[in-house]
């Protein structure tokens, strides 16, 4: 009688494949994650281009001696996130005060760190 060849994998063999499967899905993981937290910086950048557009369509509808400067928070969602955002105006006057200069500065944190929008436009006196 001879050696009887069995076919299949041995349980080694197959405790290797887990293991080596495990840590694709581990290196997997964690590349979906930053995407993801990337992704939700980037929205949170594009809600403060959203509120500095505001505020720049705003100080334009304004009557010129009515534009000022002001300072406030406002708090908007992103991805299931309350982000607060801080906006300030400052306002500046130009050639002899025909002309406004409006700075908007949209500022928020996020994961413990800051960041900042800034647009600037022009006022002119009707």
């Known amino acids: 009688m001879g050696i009887k060849k ?18 694709l899905l581990l290196g997997l993981l964690a590349g979906l994650l930053i995407a993801y937290d990337l992704s939700t910086r980037n929205l949170a950048r594009d809600e403060a281009i959203k509120i500095a557009q505001e ?32 906006i300030n105006t400052s306002v500046n006057d130009e050639l002899g005060g025909e002309i406004k200069r409006i700075v908007i500065t949209v500022s928020w944190n996020y994961k413990g760190k800051n960041y900042s929008y800034q647009l600037e436009t022009l006022k002119r006196r009707e």
Request: charged fraction near 20%.
């Open 55 to 86: 505020f720049s369509e705003k100080y334009r509808g304004m009557k010129f001696e009515n534009v000022a400067p002001e300072n406030l928070s406002i708090s908007r969602q992103v991805r299931n996130t309350n982000i607060t955002y801080t």
């Open 6 to 23: 069995e076919n299949g994998y041995s349980l080694v063999e197959l405790l290797v494949a887990m293991v080596l499967f495990v840590i």
